[in-house]
Nanobody, 121 residues
């Protein structure tokens, strides 16, 4: 009923930039928080950045000052601008959103399929 589709991953050299996009579609009533998580090989999935529908944002310490999360509420999209990328940013990045659906108004957590970001020279 709800789909999150990410795009924008790829291979970039250290110090470079990438912009991830995520579009939510389907039977959406309200989108609450939208955010990005990442999972590196052999590690647990971790929060990267979060944007609530009140306008507040939160960032994981390793990405503060380098990554910026933004939303286009009219298009149900969230973006992650990643600058000054480091090899340790290499991971699969997942879009996540708390959404209530039209039919039931039930709120649930939804995930995208993930997009690979590789930072390497």
């Amino acid at each position: 009923q709800v789909q999150l589709v990410e795009s924008g991953g790829g291979l970039v050299q250290p110090g470079g930039s990438l912009r991830l996009s995520c579009a939510a579609s389907g039977s959406i009533f309200i989108i609450y928080a939208m955010g990005w998580y990442r999972q590196a090989p052999g590690k647990q999935r971790e929060l990267v950045a979060l944007s609530t529908n009140s306008g507040s944002t939160n960032y994981a310490d390793p990405v503060k000052g380098r990554f910026t999360i933004s939303r286009d509420n009219a298009k149900n999209k969230v973006y992650l601008q990643m600058n000054s990328l480091k090899p340790e940013d290499t991971a699969v990045y997942y879009c996540n959103s708390a959404i209530s659906i039209r039919d039931t108004r039930l709120r649930a957590n939804y995930w995208g399929q993930g997009t690979q970001v590789t930072v390497s020279s």
